[in-house]
């Protein structure tokens, strides 16, 4: 198609995957068939906002035109200050992408092991399906309850009915607080016989 862009959400893989930490597209070798990448700080990164990256006339473009731009704040300097210390520490401490994918292959492991159907997986945002709407709330305090935070996502987050929680783990966490996550999944599912 001519004149069409590629567009690549890098929410969940900007600072975790490639060798740098660039995301899927450096993971894939594909970083020269990327026209967009679209990246939140909020995530790797430990800030708020995040950014589009291309080439400038669709920046640009974005700016002036895009609805979602138009009412739009600026990113306070400390917000960009954040993002931009974490992104010289994952081009500086790759061990900490490792470590992470580690413990959430780990963790999701875990998890499937008990019973919940998690798929196993190196990434650190971890969904455990719940179905059930108040089933999920019901869990989401359990676990709090527990002293593990987690977040109960429903509808219209997820399509009706498939209600789920999410488990994010980081490059911080240590082991003694990976079990002790898998320890409060496992007392939360025998109260609420999950």
């Known amino acids: 198609m001519d004149g069409a862009r590629v567009v690549l959400d890098s929410a969940h893989d900007v600072g975790l995957?490639?060798?740098?930490?660039r995301g899927a597209a450096e993971q894939h070798?594909?970083?020269?068939?990327?026209?967009?990448?679209?990246?939140?700080?909020?995530?790797?990164?430990?800030s708020l906002g995040g950014a589009v990256a291309g080439p400038e006339e669709i920046i640009a473009y974005l700016r002036h035109y895009a609805r979602s731009m138009v009412f739009t704040a600026a990113l306070s300097p400390a917000c960009a200050a954040a993002a931009l210390a974490a992104l010289e520490i994952i081009a500086a401490e790759p061990e900490r992408r490792h470590r992470l994918r580690t413990a959430a292959r780990r963790l999701s492991g875990e998890l499937?092991?008990?019973g919940y159907a998690v798929v196993p997986s190196?990434?650190?945002?971890?969904?455990?399906?719940?179905?059930?709407?108040?089933?999920c709330f019901r869990l989401w305090r359990e676990l709090f309850d527990e002293g593990v935070f987690t977040t109960?996502?429903?509808s219209p987050g997820v399509?009706?009915?498939?209600a789920?929680?999410?488990?994010?783990?980081?490059?911080?966490?240590?082991?003694?607080q990976g079990e002790r996550i898998v320890s409060a999944f496992a007392t939360a599912?025998?109260?609420l016989r999950l």
């Open 17 to 21: 995957l490639g060798a740098t930490g």
């Open 29 to 46: 070798g594909l970083e020269g068939a990327v026209d967009l990448q679209t990246i939140t700080f909020s995530k790797a990164l430990g």
């Open 112 to 114: 499937a092991a008990m």
């Open 122 to 135: 190196d990434r650190p945002v971890i969904a455990v399906p719940v179905g059930d709407d108040l089933l």
């Open 152 to 154: 109960a996502m429903i």
């Open 159 to 162: 399509p009706p009915g498939q």
């Open 164 to 176: 789920l929680i999410r488990v994010s783990i980081t490059a911080a966490h240590t082991e003694a």
């Open 189 to 191: 599912g025998s109260r």
